[in-house]
């Protein structure tokens, strides 16, 4: 290519070619490879299907899907990289073609078997308890005949889903239009994520732009994200909804229309409580900047209305789903995760205290440092809505999102997502962007080796090789060419893109 040339200059096909085209290669090799190593409940057809009987109930079958995960991942890591090197160095990319790009890699996974995740067959497990007359919020699906042959997770069957009356009745009717096809269910709830990518591809550059970032740059960062593709589309989770509601809500606060955004925040929340959490900033783009403390109070009290109406609305057409708020609060930190530093810290410290005799297990101090995590991400959260004036309403909610997982009691590699979107529109700084970057390297490591060991609990000979095959790829991949190495080590300006 040559060096002075923009790639707004170049043409639609060559820059498709160069990115969009690797990229889809790579999405095919993950969907081939989830036929072997991809959730499939026990009913499906396609056990039965020789390729996939192949790649399943052999070793050598076995070793060839995870292979070709693993590479599909790296292409795709790979690409994304190249993209950024490229938009930040030779400048601009048409918003239109990196939406094109991001569709190319979308379209291999549309129907493919779920990676990184089995969510998506607890969503339809739970459509099924909640058309059988049964709340999913107070009921785990453990009290659902089949469930284990529906591929729900076994680690939340006794649990309430923490998910909000409109996700539910997207649940229930799914799983009324799929019965008992399992696997369609899932295909047709990840059409439900992919409304939400679609939302994030639309509304991420247009928010970018409303603040006077580069929006190419923020799709890249915050869209075309291997994690997003990894977790968002594979593994279909229902975060990508929420996220999407949400910018499309921020966008609309930078329009004068925050009634609206409100009403949208609380139609998020409904989806997932956390969205919640977007709200008061929404009120204050509603205020608007520099404006004092009791027009930031008129402004929440106006957004909170238009939330409260629009989320008392929903459950009034439900008419279920009332114990989501102690399942959000209780479901997902009954997992330990390592990823969580609260869980990790008390992990740590309760390993010394119950070998030198002062606990009986570590237990207590996690919780304690869960607690403590809680209560600073709660006075993180006050402070940010406190010194609004020192940032824009759109950084403030990346932060708070960002506080909230670092210090929650539970992370999982998605949850990122609910805040790199809007830190790629709010603008980032190169040290920040390198972070980001190297964040998501680091949790592609994570997901190629999830994808692959060879049970959920036990690791084996191959799961080792794999990690350190991981490993290897993607420090080959992120360090060995100049583009990308410029990309992740180079000092830059502080001058947000």
């Known amino acids: 290519m040559n060096q002075g040339a923009t790639l707004e200059s170049l043409p639609a ?42 790649l399943r109930g052999s070793t050598q079958g076995s070793l060839i899907a995870r292979s070709l995960v693993l590479i599909g991942l790296a292409i795709v890591l790979q690409a994304w990289l190249l993209i950024g090197s490229d938009l930040l160095q030779r400048g601009a990319w048409p918003v239109r073609q990196l939406q094109w790009v991001l569709l190319m890699w979308v379209i291999p996974l549309v129907a493919a078997p779920p990676l990184f995740s089995r969510d998506v067959y607890s969503y339809y497990a739970q459509g099924r308890l909640f058309e059988s007359g049964a709340d999913p919020t107070t009921v785990g699906v453990g009290s659902l005949p089949g469930w284990f ?24 009717t799914i799983s009324s239009i799929a019965h008992p096809n399992a696997y369609l269910a899932a295909i047709l709830l990840r059409l439900t994520s ?24 923020a799709l890249w960062l915050g869209v075309l994200n291997p994690l997003v593709i990894m977790h968002f589309v594979s593994g279909a989770h229902n975060d990508a909804l929420m996220v999407g509601l949400i910018v499309l809500a921020l966008y609309l606060g930078t329009c004068q229309q925050c009634l609206w955004s409100a009403a949208i925040i609380g139609l998020a929340t409904t989806i997932k409580p956390i969205g919640l959490l977007a709200l008061p900033f929404v009120g204050l783009q509603f205020a608007g900047v520099g404006a004092p403390w009791l027009g930031k109070i008129k402004a929440w009290l106006l957004t909170g209305l238009a939330a409260v109406i629009t989320i008392v609305c929903v459950y009034l057409v439900v008419g279920s789903g009332y114990g989501v708020v102690q399942a959000a609060f209780g479901t997902p930190g009954s997992v330990l995760t390592w990823l969580s530093p609260t869980t990790a810290i008390g992990q740590a410290f309760g ?41 824009t309403a ?21 949850y990122l997502l609910w805040a790199l979107p809007l830190f ?25 080796i999830e994808a692959s060991t060879a049970a959920d609990n036990v690791w084996d000979w191959t799961d ?32 947000k893109q």
């Not at 950084?395 to 999982?412: D, K, N, S, T, Y």
């Open 13 to 54: 096909q060559h820059l498709l070619l160069r990115h969009g085209l690797p990229g889809f290669i790579g999405t095919t090799c993950i969907a081939v490879g989830a036929l072997g190593v991809g959730s499939l409940p026990g009913t499906t057809d396609l056990l039965t299907n020789p390729i996939v009987d192949a």
């Open 394 to 414: 759109l950084r403030g909610v990346a932060l708070a999102f960002g506080v909230l997982v670092i210090l929650g009691p539970v992370v999982h590699p998605w």
């Open 351 to 391: 390993g010394i205290t119950s070998a030198i005799g002062l606990t009986s297990n570590a237990y207590g101090v996690i919780n304690v440092t869960h607690t403590i995590g809680t209560l600073l991400s709660l006075i993180g959260i006050i402070w940010l809505l406190i010194t609004s004036d020192r940032r």
């Open 149 to 172: 042959d529906m591929g729900a997770d076994p680690m939340w069957t006794e649990s309430p889903t923490p998910y909000g009356p409109s996700f539910l009745l997207i649940e229930r």
């Open 424 to 448: 790629a529109a709010a603008g980032l700084s190169f040290r920040e962007r390198r972070i980001a970057v190297l964040l998501t390297i680091f949790l592609v490591v994570h997901g190629m």
């Open 194 to 217: 992919l409304v939400g990518v679609a939302l994030m591809a639309i509304y991420v550059p247009k928010l970018a732009k409303a603040y006077g970032v580069n929006g190419s740059t």
């Open 464 to 495: 080792l090789i794999t990690f350190v095959i991981a490993l290897a790829v993607v420090g080959i991949i992120a360090f060995a060419s100049p583009h990308e190495r410029h990309l992740i080590l180079d000092a830059g300006s502080s001058e």
